[in-house]
């Protein structure tokens, strides 16, 4: 989803259907690994040559965009009294916290 949002904004997905996945079926295999997932993004008119609009903001959505978000959510519920109080939701938030810095890295 983060890729797609970019995509979408700098007009290189499908426009008919903008918001729609294709998620392959149900094996196993693809519920593993989700290699039969289609954003319906035109990645050859993306990586085109002679296009000046920005490719690497969809290659940054999800770790800058999506983990970036996600980081700062957290770090604010972190700092949060209520989030302090409670022991267990505190653990929950500070891991969540980390698992977005860790993908920056």
Do not use: C, H, K
């Amino acid at each position: 989803m983060s890729t797609r949002i970019p995509s979408w904004l700098l007009r290189w997905a499908t426009r008919a259907i903008r918001w729609s996945f294709i998620f392959g079926g149900l094996s196993v295999g693809n519920l593993l690994s989700l290699i039969n997932i289609n954003e319906q993004v035109d990645y050859a008119a993306m990586f085109a040559p002679g296009d000046g609009r920005p490719r690497p903001l969809v290659g940054f959505a999800g770790p800058g965009l999506a983990n970036g978000t996600m980081y700062l959510v957290s770090l604010f519920l972190l700092r949060w009294p209520g989030v302090r109080r409670n022991v267990m939701l505190f653990m929950l938030v500070f891991w969540f916290n980390f698992m977005n810095v860790a993908n920056f890295v």
